[in-house]
T-cell receptor, first 116, second 112 residues
Framework: EPEVTQTPSHQVTQMGQEVILRCVPISNHLYFYWYRQILGQKVEFLVSFYNNEISEKSEIFDDQFSVERPDGSNFTLKIRSTKLEDSAMYFC??????????????FGDGTRLSIL | DQQVKQNSPSLSVQEGRISILNCDYTNSMFDYFLWYKKYPAEGPTFLISISSIKDKNEDGRFTVFLNKSAKHLSLHIVPSQPGDSAVYFCAASAWTGNQFYFGTGTSLTVIP
């Protein structure tokens, strides 16, 4: 069964540094998402992406965050200047159709981001 | 702003018995609901969904019930198996948006 893959599985970064989290969504999917889960808390939506642009973003997704689909397969999340509170599990998800079509999102296994 | 709530952080059930996981929501615009299962070190895996035009959806051992007037949904697993031990998240979306709102999860332990 096709799956969403994320790399790296664990990223350790110094505070203030830039970090790029990478995702390869399922190949025929058109909608892409990033979520994060701070340890012990709920999964929180960050951003959705369709047709090479952001379709929706949460208040968490401030100017320090950006997303990109640099080629036909990768979907990246960049945090420009990391803060301690950015430490979390970051999940990428993709879906074939949008939410209005009542389609589930398929998640990757996540990248654990640790900011020192 | 906790729009989706799972008030039980954990649940233990004997193998073979029924597991009932509950979820409440506050946003009356939500019209699509899902349950995800999550094992440690893995991402959430889609389990079952229900749209607001239905009040029940069944898939094998898993049944989701939706009570719109109470803004409540539940997941029934019967019979429960040890492999069902995981964290279960309910999630909801509204036709006005393109994101899912997740609950905080319920950790289910099925005791052999």
């Amino acid at each position: 069964e096709p799956e969403v893959t994320q790399t790296p599985s664990h990223q350790v970064t110094q505070m203030g540094q830039e970090v790029i989290l990478r995702c390869v969504p399922i190949s025929n999917h058109l909608y892409f998402y990033w979520y994060r889960q701070i340890l012990g808390q709920k999964v929180e939506f960050l951003v959705s992406f369709y047709n090479n642009e952001i379709s929706e973003k949460s208040e968490i997704f401030d100017d320090q965050f950006s997303v990109e689909r640099p080629d036909g397969s990768n979907f990246t999340l960049k945090i420009r200047s990391t803060k301690l509170e950015d430490s979390a599990m970051y999940f990428c998800a993709s879906s074939a159709l949008d939410i209005y079509s009542n389609q589930p999102q398929h998640f990757g296994d996540g990248t654990r981001l640790s900011i020192l | 702003d906790q729009q989706v709530k799972q008030n039980s952080p954990s649940l233990s059930v004997q193998e073979g018995r029924i597991s009932i996981l509950n979820c409440d929501y506050t946003n009356s615009m939500f019209d699509y609901f899902l349950w995800y299962k999550k094992y440690p070190a893995e991402g959430p895996t889609f389990l079952i969904s229900i749209s607001s035009i239905k009040d029940k959806n069944e898939d094998g051992r898993f049944t989701v019930f939706l009570n719109k007037s109470a803004k409540h949904l539940s997941l029934h697993i019967v019979p429960s198996q040890p492999g069902d031990s995981a964290v279960y998240f309910c999630a909801a979306s509204a036709w006005t948006g393109n994101q899912f709102y997740f609950g905080t999860g319920t950790s289910l332990t099925v005791i052999p």
